[in-house]
Nanobody, 123 residues
Framework: QVQLVESGGGLVQAGGSLRLSCAASGRTFNSYTMGWFRQAPGKEREFVAAIRWSGGRTYYADSVKGRFTISRDNAKNTVYLQLNSLKAEDTAVYYC????????????????WGQGTQVTVSS
């Protein structure tokens, strides 16, 4: 049973930083892509970033490129999302997701999801 558990969300002022963590368990993730998505109130879920577990290739949405960094720690089976230069429009629930296969920006292609962690940016 795959489990993804996010942590690290919170309230931060605009311009501040947060680091989100996603602890993954339940299987070996070598063939997996790990993604971060977010959903703001009244809006559709959107892709934020993804990383191939094997090789570490990364992908970013244009809206976060240069501000957010996705990384993984193989020894801890954990994926991180470093959020810098936060803006009010980054306010959302952030979800970690796992897909057994190549990277996709479509959340519907992901097999497993965490419960989400709230990020609130005050302006």
């Amino acid at each position: 049973q795959v489990q993804l558990v996010e942590s690290g969300g919170g309230l931060v002022q605009a311009g501040g930083s947060l680091r989100l963590s996603c602890a993954a368990s339940g299987r070996t993730f070598n063939s997996y892509t790990m993604g971060w998505f977010r959903q703001a109130p009244g809006k559709e879920r959107e892709f934020v970033a993804a990383i191939r577990w094997s090789g570490g290739r990364t992908y970013y949405a244009d809206s976060v490129k240069g501000r957010f960094t996705i990384s993984r720690d193989n020894a801890k089976n954990t994926v991180y999302l470093q959020l810098n230069s936060l803006k009010a429009e980054d306010t959302a629930v952030y979800y970690c997701a796992a897909r057994n296969g190549l990277t996709s920006l479509d959340g519907g292609q992901y097999d497993y999801w965490g419960q989400g962690t709230q990020v609130t940016v005050s302006s």
